[in-house]
């Protein structure tokens, strides 16, 4: 059989995995991506991201397990460290910590439960609350490194990537679609990806049946100096018992930038074309006494905030769906980023005729 052409729209994690995944099967692939390597303007730059099985949910634990070999396999290919392993300590109340626990145990997955005073003798830097949780098998992520990993294996595969062009509008044409760029460009694929991150509601609004709605928002992660930041554990802090239940919940890990620590999902609605990209101050310093309290380990008074964009969807589910010669990538809700080697092979999947797993299906119903 042929091989089609394919065109990826977005060259952050999710479009370039999908991209790699693609070439990989012998598709022609083109990638068109607005803005130059290594830019800063949408949800796939820095040096950190958290990788981990711990979740309450079965589905997300599968789905990591999948996950993880084809990281691996990213950096056999490319020769580049995308992933380290650190392991991560959950914190908080019980009900949260032995939910992960029992869904470990029961996926087979190796956790321990912990006393906050035998996290602290393992950890200094850390202070746990209440009820603590460590799996071994989480670690971080690079994030520039694993997009631009990405982009190379898409490469060594025969695709095209195009940095600078903007794509401007996309129509179907019967079985196949047309994407249309800036500089009036126009391209009849076979079939598109669309992978766009915040600029997904405006880009698939009235095109795509069913999209679920999204919500944009900019959030404020912030880097604290630490001796050995590197030497951490990635780490999610659960609201209920220490930390306010409205809060979000805390998140930080060791990166090459210090250790990275944020609120989840609280940030302000914004435009991703026409947002203030400077820190808030009122935000940065919700980040610093909280690291003031809970964070021992650094420096709190030399914060480094910077912003990154969530695309969030209502049950926080993701959108991985095709919608005739469209597949859409899309709502990764703050926390898609350690699934992007396993979202790119369902994206290519779909290209190739299969059905969407039924969480990430579009239209009604969505389980939740």
Sequence with gaps: MPSRHIVVVGGGV??????????????????????????????????????????????????????????????????????????????????????????????????????????????????????????????????DHAVAAFQQAARQGGARIRHGVKVTRLSVRGERAEVVTEGEEAVIADAVVVAVGGWAPSRLSGLVPGLPPMRVTQEQPVHFPAPDALGWPSFIHHPGAGLPADSGGIYGLGSDDGVKVGFHGVGPVVDPDHRDRTADPRALGRVQQYASRWLPGVDHTAPAATTCLYTTTPDHNFVIDRAGPLTVLAGFSGHGFKFASVIGALAADLVGGASAPSRFALGPPRAS
């Design 14 to 143: 999710m479009g370039s995995s999908a991209a790699w995944h693609l070439a990989s099967r012998g598709e022609q692939v083109t990638v068109f991506e607005q803005f130059p390597p290594g830019h800063d303007r949408g949800s796939s730059h820095g040096s950190s991201r958290i990788f981990r099985l711990a979740y309450p949910d079965p589905f997300y634990i599968s789905l990591a397990v999948r996950a993880l070999p084809l990281w691996h396999r990213l950096e056999e290919e490319t020769g580049r460290r995308v992933l380290e392993r650190t392991g991560a300590l959950d914190h908080g109340p019980a009900t949260a910590t032995s939910a992960l626990h029992d869904a470990l145990r029961a996926a087979g997955r190796p956790s321990e439960l912990l006393t906050p005073p035998q996290a602290a003798e393992r950890w200094p830097g850390l202070r746990a609350d209440t009820t603590a949780l460590f799996h071994p098998e989480a670690g971080r992520l690079h994030a």
